[in-house]
Each structure stands twice: as structure tokens, then as C-alpha cells.
């Protein structure tokens, strides 16, 4: 069987040569690795990213290196990095932070740099020493985030790189609801590389918050921060809701995991009938709202982050993925399981009066199968089990209708 989408490969032993071969180019000398993260798409491509161990001139450090195949061969922006040969396969390959679709990625990651950005921003006059980064996302060729602080000043920022066609589109939202008013994160500083530095948001995630007693906030809080993003969200560019991509995230699913095949087929054809007649909505919607984008400070709503898939949609797609995550939520004790699902009880009346009950209920199935993907793709150690797991919780909010 051809394995054009590298998929195997990537994830097989065999890709030691690859990445002893990659991380010889810059005089380093390959010691051990691991697999640290696999985005698919089945017959088409693979991105793999590994945490190596590499011994180099300095000592033994730890690298991170990233590996892409596509069934069609490279692409013109793989020709940023360094393209390797398996067999008939070829293979861009990358240490971070040298990642080929985000060309900002390595200034975001030199402190020298980000001095020196600050500077000339007028924000802070501040020598690199006194700065520090750390990378708390990254999805390999799509996107990173770094936190920046400078302690001396207080300053905590937040570094995010893009997509040079993803840039214009994201700067324009953060200024449309920093200019309407509501609690987003101010752009401080722009760049022709395609970094955003943003202001810190106050309060906690509500994802921290989650476990407070009292609730750290009320669901029609919520409801009404949604509510509140001006008209103009209505106006930009649409991004279809999780339940258009259903059949594909099932089948991403299903790729890794076969015999979850009758079981998300079931799912997929529910979702999908159930929610063929409604318009596509043309309310301003987040796009991808669940309690990490949430911020809470003294039992109030105090910012909305993460605002780049803001567009028209139907309000239960929002309501909905907060649904779904909340009842995604992994690794917890007996107290907190407990406390998320009355927190939940408690929230879903709030949430059915303001949409139809079926259609949250629909929309967040389609949602629980999107995060589905993640065990698999974050390469948790019970990836198998814990996406059994997730499936279940689809089945059961579609059970309850």
C-alpha cells in the first residue's frame, strides 16, 4: 500500500534519517527523539513536528524539528525549507523556529529581536536580557504564540505569528471590537513579517476559573458578551461553523481509529440531516468560543481573546462549542467532574433559551468529534482510548434530544 501523504513514514522509525540528516546540517549530531505532534490529512499530506536530542558544538541541547510530505510533492513555500529525500518521497524538514510558513516565527523567538521591536515601537526602551519568551503554542505551519515579559516594567505581551495570508484579516479584527468597546486584547505593535504583539487580557481563562466555588461567572454573562460584538463582525468574511466540517473531522478520526467507522458514521449522518435546513446565520459570531478564550476577574466577563475567527454565524455555533469543550474536559479528579458537570446543568437552560435546543445540541456533537482529532495529533500516550472517550460524549449529546 502507497503511503503518498508520508503519514507512515512520519510516524514510523524509519524517519531517523531524516532528522539525523536535518540536524547535520547546522554541525549538530543527532542523539535520541521523539514524536511530539502529527497533523494529517489523510491522501494528501502530513506534518510531523519531534523532540530531538542533539549534541552540538555548545553541548547537548533539545531541538525541535518539523517534517512535511505531500501526495503531490513540495509546495512552493516548502522550498523555505530544507527539502530531504526518502526513496521516491521528498520531505521539507525545519528546526524551529525556521518554520516556512510563518517567516515572523524566528524574530518572535530572538530576544535581541523583540528588544529591539519594542524600541522601535515606542513601547518600552528594553535591553534583551531583561526580556523573556516562552512559547506557549505552536502548531506547526500554522501558527505560534509567545508570551513576553519584561519584569523590570511589569510589561506582559503576547507575540502571536501568522500566516502571511492570515495577517490583514486578523489585525482588522482585533481593531473592530478594541473599537466597539469590548474586553479583546489591544494590538500594541504590527510587523511586515506577519507578527501581532497584543496586550495581556486581565483576569484568569475561565478554563483555570472552571473549579471556582461560587461559578466564576454566570452563563448569561456569557450569552451577553456574545451578544454585545458589534454589527460590523456580520460584515467580514464567513468561516463555516464546525458542523460543515463534520464528515472530514470524522474521517480524520476514523483514519487513526477504524473502528469508530459505524459509530461516526451514525453521528455524522445525524448532525448532518438534523441541521440541513438551517440558513448559515448572520449574527456576529467568535467562531471559536470555548473557556480558554474566556476571561474572568471578580465574577465578571473581563476579555475575549483569540478573536481571529470572528465573522457571521448563528449564535448556537458559539454556545455550542463551549458546550462541547466543557463536556471534553480532560484528566479531571472526582471533585472538579463533579463541579464541571453542574456547572454544565446549571448553563444549558441559560444557553436553550437563547437558541434552539436541537441545534446546540447537533452543533456541539460536531464539535466533540472535531476535538476528537486531538489525542491522536498530540500524540498522548492512551490516544486510542481517550478518543473512544471523546466519541462517546458526541453520542451522548445526540442521545439526549
Not at 472526582?334 to 437552560?349: F, G, K, M, N, S
Not at 460536531?366 to 482529532?373: C, D, E, G, P, Y
Request: aromatic fraction near 4%.
Amino acid at each position: 500500500m502507497e503511503d503518498l501523504d508520508g503519514a507512515r513514514l512520519l510516524t514510523s522509525e524509519a524517519v531517523v534519517t531524516l532528522l539525523a540528516e536535518l540536524v547535520g546540517r547546522s554541525d549538530a549530531t543527532l542523539e535520541s527523539w521523539s514524536l511530539n505532534h502529527v497533523d494529517a490529512d489523510p491522501g494528501r499530506s502530513t506534518t510531523a513536528t519531534y523532540k530531538v536530542r542533539v549534541a552540538q558544538p555548545g553541548g547537548l541541547a533539545m531541538r525541535t524539528v518539523g517534517l512535511t510530505v505531500r501526495a503531490q510533492g513540495p509546495s512552493a513555500v516548502d522550498a523555505r525549507a530544507a527539502l530531504l529525500r526518502v526513496g521516491d518521497q521528498q520531505v521539507a524538514g525545519w528546526l524551529f523556529p525556521h518554520d516556512p510558513d510563518l517567516p515572523g516565527l524566528a524574530r518572535a523567538a530572538s530576544r535581541v529581536q523583540m528588544a529591539a521591536l519594542l524600541t522601535r515601537a515606542g513601547l518600552l526602551q528594553v535591553k534583551p536580557g531583561d526580556l523573556s519568551l516562552e512559547l506557549i503554542g505552536y502548531r506547526p505551519r500554522r501558527r505560534a504564540v509567545l508570551k513576553l515579559t519584561v519584569a523590570r516594567s511589569g510589561l506582559v505581551a503576547y507575540v502571536k505569528v501568522f500566516r502571511p495570508a492570515q495577517f490583514e484579516a486578523v489585525r482588522q479584527r482585533h481593531e473592530i471590537l478594541s473599537a466597539a468597546g469590548l474586553p479583546s486584547p489591544r494590538v500594541l505593535a504590527a510587523t511586515a513579517d506577519h507578527l501581532l504583539v497584543i496586550e495581556a487580557t486581565a483576569g484568569r481563562p475561565l478554563a483555570r476559573a472552571l473549579f471556582d466555588q461560587p461559578a466564576p461567572v454566570a452563563a448569561e454573562q456569557i450569552v451577553a458578551l456574545l451578544d454585545a460584538m458589534p454589527a460590523q463582525v456580520a460584515e467580514l468574511s464567513r468561516r463555516p461553523p464546525w458542523a460543515a466540517s463534520v464528515r472530514h473531522y470524522a474521517g480524520l478520526v476514523e483514519a487513526n481509529l477504524p473502528s469508530l467507522s459505524r459509530r461516526l458514521g451514525r453521528l455524522v449522518h445525524q448532525v448532518s440531516t438534523g441541521l440541513a435546513d438551517l440558513p448559515a446565520g448572520e449574527e456576529p459570531t467568535h467562531g471559536d468560543f470555548y473557556e480558554a478564550q474566556i476571561f474572568v476577574q471578580s465574577g465578571r466577563v473581563s476579555g475575549l481573546i483569540d478573536v481571529d475567527t470572528i465573522g457571521p454565524g448563528r449564535r448556537a455555533d458559539d454556545l455550542a462549542c463551549l458546550l462541547a469543550h466543557l463536556n471534553c474536559i480532560q484528566r479531571m479528579n472526582a471533585t472538579q467532574a463533579e463541579i464541571v458537570a453542574r456547572l454544565i446543568q446549571d448553563w444549558l437552560p441559560v444557553f436553550e433559551a437563547r437558541v434552539d435546543p436541537t441545534e446546540l445540541r447537533l452543533r456541539a456533537a460536531a464539535v466533540v468529534i472535531s476535538l476528537a482529532t486531538g489525542p491522536f495529533r498530540c500524540q498522548e500516550r492512551d490516544w486510542q482510548r481517550e478518543t473512544g472517550a471523546i466519541v462517546a460524549k458526541a453520542e451522548s449529546l445526540v442521545a439526549a434530544i
